[in-house]
């Protein structure tokens, strides 16, 4: 198909430069044609002239006759010379007409001839205006040729180019929006083009390949976080009880107070792998109109208490803002963003929020990061140390993100940069 293409191209552009070769060639061939019939007629002219002058050469005032006919006529000059004779000679001209008072082309046959034996200069001319115009409109006519020619050769072209590559582009407009996590599988149809036939047939292997696949794995997290949802239940609550027990040591209650902390992180994990299959699985579908301003203040006060521990100072600039959202996703959102704020800061560090105009920015003092910004969405990916994080929420942050359409931004200046535009 692409040499097809490629053929047809130079085949338009080899016929294009062909004709255009071609106006040129074809004035200049009707040019000389014109004067080669010009030149025919004034040899016949001047042989006709000095057949009549020499009917008359016994005539005593001939010569005066002749001055007399040099100054009337126009298109014929019979003037004296020396005594070397003048060989035939043909040339194009320009010469003023006084009448139209514009210069006019002419073509001259200039001979010399010996009248009574004085040697005479005749010079035959005829107007070339008349063949100036044919030859200039034969050239537009030609050009305007030209021009739906090649109009009409690039409309066929692209016409033919679009029809036989419509099935790529289809294919390739399918894969543009294909995405894992949706039900709509690519759907090509039957082509008359081998190429196109083998190119859709493996695409659609492709991709029902992958899709099987990232269900499975869905499917695997799915099951694996409700399987662990009893057991993390009931280890939590065996903690509880051996926390009870008066006669533990102190060692006995260290080592339980670190198995409580692994179980609460076990936990926050398990629900944030739900959380993020409910988001795949578009349980979330719900939308209503939502007051973001509201939402924000109640999360800023649920989280204030614990940047107190860190001596982190909040400060917000709210303005109203509404709109059409699920309130779960919007929740979960923010509160991660505000979340992610607090564990990579710093002591004494800040968080300013500013919500207005369908803008969320989050700004946050802390460390540059040393890993690409656009692997800190990824799941399970963080720096820090802090035990605390599960490395999901950012990458739960960026999965709701892109099933609500909302474009959010990382950007480091002097400190930490997140902006949603709902």
Known sequence: ???????????????????????????????????????????????????????YANLDDLETDLEVLDQLSYDIDIKPSS?????????????????EHELRSYR????????????????????????????????????????????GLLLLN???????????????????????????AIETDKTNITEFDDLNTTVRMLTDRNRKVFLDQ??????????????????????????????????????????????QRMSRLNKNLLLLSKIDNDQFSTKEIIDVTWITKE???????????????????????EIMANRTLIEVLITNLLNNA?????????????LNEGRLTIVNSGPKVQMPPEKMFARFSKESANTSSSGLGLAIVKRV??????????????????????
């Open 83 to 99: 005594n070397q004779m003048v060989s035939r000679a043909f040339r194009t001209t320009e010469i003023y007409d006084s009448v």
């Open 1 to 55: 198909m692409r040499l097809l293409q490629v053929s047809l191209r130079s085949s338009l552009i080899f016929s294009l430069l062909l004709v255009v070769v071609s106006i040129p060639v074809s004035l200049f061939s009707i040019s000389a044609l014109f004067n080669e019939e010009v030149d025919e007629s004034m040899e016949l002219h001047t042989q006709q002239f000095l057949k009549h002058i020499k009917s």
């Open 342 to 354: 607090v564990r990579h800061n710093v002591n004494n560090g800040f968080i300013r929020l500013s």
């Open 218 to 263: 869905k499917e695997f997290i799915e099951n694996a976080s409700h399987e662990l949802q009893t057991p993390i239940a009931i280890f939590q609550s065996k903690l509880d009880l051996m926390m009870q027990n008066p006669s533990m040591s102190e060692s006995e209650a260290g080592m339980i107070s670190e198995l409580e902390m692994t179980a």
């Open 299 to 321: 999360i800023l006060y649920d989280i204030k208490s614990m940047a107190d521990v860190e001596a982190i100072s909040i400060s917000h600039d709210i303005l109203p803002v």
């Open 158 to 184: 692209r016409r033919i180019s679009k029809r036989l590559w419509k099935p790529f582009y289809k294919t390739l407009n399918q894969l543009k929006a294909y995405q894992l996590d949706r039900n709509e």
């Open 401 to 422: 993100c892109d099933s609500c359409g909302y474009k959010l931004n990382y950007r480091y200046e002097e400190s930490h940069i997140f902006t949603v535009v709902f």
């Open 108 to 151: 001259e046959l200039s001979n010399g001839v010996d009248i009574k034996g004085r040697h005479y200069v005749l010079t035959v001319r005829m107007a070339l205006v008349d063949n100036k115009e044919l030859i200039l409109t034969i050239g537009l006519v030609q050009s305007f040729l030209i021009i739906l020619l090649a109009a």
